[in-house]
């Protein structure tokens, strides 16, 4: 006879104030590399590697502001919707119990959380820019038009809340994921987002180093031009698309400028 889930039965207390708790502290490593980026920024370290060498022309939204508007996000809003993912995950398959992952299980997991994420951020993204969505949501995130590290998490609630997030919580649902592996994911999307919004293309950035992604400076074209590139950890699907034609053409002009 075929057994019914009690689903009720699945959730347990003590295991999703652990998930909020671990998720709030792993969330929070925004923080410290974005204080460490306005550190570089404000001794004008790695001058050589600053994607634009003049400052913005247009007026874009202060520090403080930013860091008022993520305080709130990751210590008020965030904690208020998290048990309710966790509740999806955990309905979904993820699995928070012991045996923990293999390191080769981690590793194929990630592989394939990313190229999910990826997909739905591409996506995702490409509908924020329709005149409707961009107008209504998207346009926040676009008020930097020369991005620094906190224009990261600068965007309006329900792109945070829906569209970023999604992408970042499907994957480990469809593959039923370890959250151990899930925790890790985060610290690497975290890291990666202000790695493609800090303005510097620094050599030594993991990410410059995965493939389709040749650097920060990919991003930061879709803020300076808001044209293409709406990929986030990789470029696969703009090349499909055809979406970052004038990126190409852009870095092309730039090289043979420089001969
Ligand atoms: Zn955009
Ligand atoms: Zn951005």
Redesign the pocket.
């Known amino acids: 006879m075929e057994e019914h889930r009690n689903l009720w039965m699945e959730l347990d207390l003590v295991e999703m104030m652990t998930f909020v708790g671990c998720m709030v502290a792993v969330n929070s490593l925004v923080f410290v590399l974005c204080g460490a980026l306005e550190l570089v920024e404000r001794y004008d370290l790695f001058s050589d590697r600053k994607i634009h060498k003049t400052a913005a022309k247009c007026e874009q939204p202060s520090v403080r502001a930013v860091v008022i508007h993520m305080l709130k996000v990751h210590y008020i809003i965030q904690p208020l919707g998290l048990p309710l993912f966790y509740t999806l995950m955990k309905w979904g398959g993820v699995r928070f119990t012991a045996p923990g992952p293999s390191w080769l299980e981690i590793v194929i997991h990630l592989a394939m959380i990313m190229l999910i994420e990826d997909t739905c951020f591409y996506w995702i ?1 490409r509908a ?2 329709t005149p409707f969505l ?1 107008k209504h949501v ?1 346009k926040m ?2 008020e930097y038009k020369q991005p620094h590290s906190w224009a990261v998490e600068y965007s309006h609630i329900l792109e945070y809340t829906i569209a970023n997030t999604f992408g970042i919580f499907i994957g480990a649902v469809l593959i039923h994921t370890h959250i151990y592996t899930f925790y890790i994911w985060i610290l690497i999307r975290t890291a990666e987002g202000v790695d493609g919004h800090c303005g510097y293309n620094f050599w030594f950035s993991p990410f410059r180093y995965f493939p389709f992604r040749p650097g920060s400076d990919v991003h930061d074209y ?2 300076s031009h ?1 044209i293409g590139n ?1 990929g986030s950890l990789f470029t696969f699907w703009d090349s499909i698309c055809g979406t970052n034609i004038s990126f190409s053409n852009y870095i092309q002009r730039k090289k043979m400028a420089l001969h």
């Open positions: 993204h924020l820019h961009y998207h995130h676009h879709h803020h808001n709406y």
